[in-house]
Structures are given as structure tokens and as C-alpha cells.
């Protein structure tokens, strides 16, 4: 038996906001009938049957464009796309009893407006108080459990101090066809930020891959060049100016871990307060003491960098209708974009 080559067209160990990625498979020629299950199995490290089995029946493996049954065998030259659940960690998810802010629900799925300080699902340093905690109590009332529904229906996920709209899976159908849709980048997602400088044109897109920092772990780093991290690409436009700040859109045509801080700070405009991106201290502005203690208070107004996923569009799942959601800035963000509008009046005023 020959064995084919497999292109991975995202890397396992780092998947970024959208929490699935897809494998791309060719079946070489003379390759004999085989139970697709089987047959993946070989080739996917880590691949045990029953997860297969249970990705084949969500619609999560598609052979030459068609979803298909577990016991479908595999010919010469079938296209295989398989989209699989890279969860960089197994852990069992404890059920909490943490209100969530829904903002619609239905029997197939549900949007979750995030706040600020909330991290989305348990990792190192943080097991328990996650969003994914809070829905796996929600869902448990509803006889919903992980084995049938992986990670209880996270697609994708924002940062703990940024805020926002989630969409939720609560059908195996219905994640599926999310997460096929957060990968082929069809989800329409767009940010409001608060960055730091008098960004020159009113709008621009930024290309450059985001990866791993290759010193300091916990951070990413952009790499115009291409040669480290994954592509990644931000549209952003102007929405107002501040002269020492500006509030920006920012559309996602990729979902990169940090995209946003990540590429702001890579033109030179990091998120106002983003403590991870240089943007936690002034940036532009003047010397006098005066400004000082105004930055400062707006840091205090938002002691967190100024990121709101406000927007939220996608087809349903199931009857195939356009949805589209929007979430208010939170009052933090609200109270600190007026902070930085009477400044600049006052300003003008004294000139």
C-alpha cells in the first residue's frame, strides 16, 4: 500500500483564535478500497477511531467536496479534507455556575457577549472561572455533554482582557459547519481598538505573518517576511482621531492568536494599555506633567488594552440564514474613548 503525502495547512501546535484546523489529504493511485476511518487513522498522528468516526458524522471530513458515512472507502485520487479539533490541551472542563451574557440563542446554537477579564477556556494557570466552565454548566442542564459536543462548542475564542461576541455550537452539525466557516475565513468579525499615534491613512491592511515570539514565548511577533508563524491579514479603518490616539476598526480576514495587537504594534500604533505590546505606557503625547496624570487616569479607566469584538456574522448552521450581531463598547472603553474627546476639545479650545 502507498502512502500518500499530507499537507497540513495550519501546524497542530499553534492554532490561533479559531480552534480548528484542517488537514488536506490526496489518495495516491492504486491505493485498494478502505474504510475512511481506517484509512485516516494510518495517516494522522494521535488519531484514534472513535474521534474519527465522530468527525465523520459531524460533517468534519469531506471527500472530494461531499460530506460522507463512516464506512465509506476510500478510492484513487479522493481529495480528503478533514477539519479536526487541535485542543492543545485534554482536561476535563468543571461545570461552574458563571452567568453568561447571551445574546441569542437557539437550538443549534448560541452568541456570548465576553467581558473583560474572563479567560475563554482553562489552560496553564487557569482551570477553573473560564467562559468554557460557564458554559459546560449551562449546557449540562440541557443534557449536553463534551463526549457528544468536544470543548462544549467553542469555535474560536478571544483574549481574557478583550471583549465581545462568541459564537456557540450546541449541535455536532452545527459546530461543524461553524468551524468550517471560521477556517475558510467567511465569518464576518470586525474590532473596534484605541491605538496609540496619529495613524496617516485613513484606512490600510496589514500582511505579516503572526507566530510565536522566538525569545519570550508568551508573546507573537510579526514576520513580514513569511518565514516564521502563519499568514495573517487585518484590514483596519479610521473611525475618529485624538491626535495622540486613534480609534480604529480592525476586520479580520485571518484569526491569528494576538492578530490585532500583534500587527497594530507592528506599524507602530499599539493598542492603548496593551501591556504585552509596549502599549502600557505613553507612547506619544507631550511632556508636561499634566499629560502624565491624564494617561494615567485613562489607564485607570481601561487597565486593559482597548480591543472590542463588536461584530459578529456568519450563515447558520442549519437553516442557512445570514446572521449578523453587534455588541456595545463596554462602558470602560465607552468612558475612556470620551475621556480622550473632551481632552482634545479642551485642548483646541485653549489654542
Not at 482536561?91 to 441569542?104: A, D, G
Not at 442557512?320 to 474613548?337: R, T, W
Not at 476639545?345 to 489654542?351: E, F, H, I, L
Request: glycine share 8%; aromatic share 10%; proline share 4%.
Amino acid at each position: 500500500m502507498k502512502k500518500e503525502s499530507i499537507n497540513k495547512d495550519e501546524q497542530a501546535q499553534e492554532t490561533g483564535d479559531e480552534l480548528y484546523e484542517r488537514f488536506n489529504l490526496v489518495v495516491d493511485r492504486g491505493q485498494e478500497p478502505l474504510r475512511i476511518d481506517k484509512f485516516l487513522m494510518n495517516r494522522i498522528e494521535g488519531a484514534t477511531r472513535n474521534k474519527l468516526q465522530q468527525a465523520i458524522n459531524a460533517g468534519l471530513v469531506l471527500v472530494n467536496g461531499k460530506e460522507v458515512r463512516p464506512n465509506y472507502k476510500v478510492r484513487s485520487l479522493d481529495e480528503i479534507i478533514l477539519y479536526s479539533d487541535m485542543s492543545p490541551e485534554e482536561m476535563e472542563v468543571v461545570p461552574e455556575n458563571i452567568p453568561l451574557n447571551i445574546v441569542y440563542e437557539d437550538e443549534y446554537l448560541m452568541v456570548i457577549n465576553k467581558p473583560a477579564g474572563m479567560v475563554v477556556h482553562p489552560g496553564s494557570g487557569n482551570y477553573t472561572g473560564t467562559l468554557l466552565n460557564g458554559i459546560a454548566y449551562y449546557f449540562h442542564r440541557e443534557g449536553i455533554s463534551e463526549e457528544e459536543l468536544p470543548r462544549f462548542g467553542l469555535v474560536h475564542r478571544i483574549d481574557k482582557n478583550t471583549t465581545g461576541l462568541l459564537a456557540i455550537a450546541k449541535t455536532d452539525k452545527a459546530l461543524s459547519q461553524l468551524a468550517r466557516q471560521f477556517y475558510e475565513h467567511s465569518i464576518n468579525r470586525q474590532y473596534i481598538a484605541l491605538v496609540w499615534g496619529d495613524i496617516q491613512k485613513e484606512n490600510g491592511t496589514v500582511i505579516a505573518h503572526v507566530g510565536r515570539h522566538q525569545r519570550f514565548r508568551k508573546l507573537f511577533e510579526a514576520y513580514p517576511e513569511g518565514d516564521h508563524g502563519k499568514e495573517a491579514i487585518t484590514h483596519y479603518n479610521v473611525v475618529e482621531r485624538f491626535g495622540y490616539v486613534t480609534l480604529v476598526e480592525c476586520v479580520l480576514e485571518t484569526g491569528r492568536t494576538h492578530q490585532i495587537r500583534v500587527h497594530m504594534k507592528h506599524i507602530g500604533h499599539p493598542l492603548f494599555n496593551d501591556d504585552f505590546y509596549g502599549g502600557d505606557k505613553i507612547v506619544k503625547g507631550t511632556v508636561f506633567s499634566k499629560y502624565k496624570q491624564f494617561v494615567e487616569n485613562c489607564f485607570a479607566i481601561c487597565p486593559r488594552h482597548a480591543l472590542h469584538a463588536r461584530t459578529l456574522g456568519f450563515i447558520h448552521p442549519i437553516t442557512g440564514k445570514q446572521m449578523f450581531f453587534e455588541a456595545e463598547l463596554p462602558e470602560d472603553m465607552k468612558q475612556l474613548i470620551e475621556k480622550w474627546r473632551t481632552y482634545v476639545s479642551a485642548t483646541a479650545n485653549r489654542q
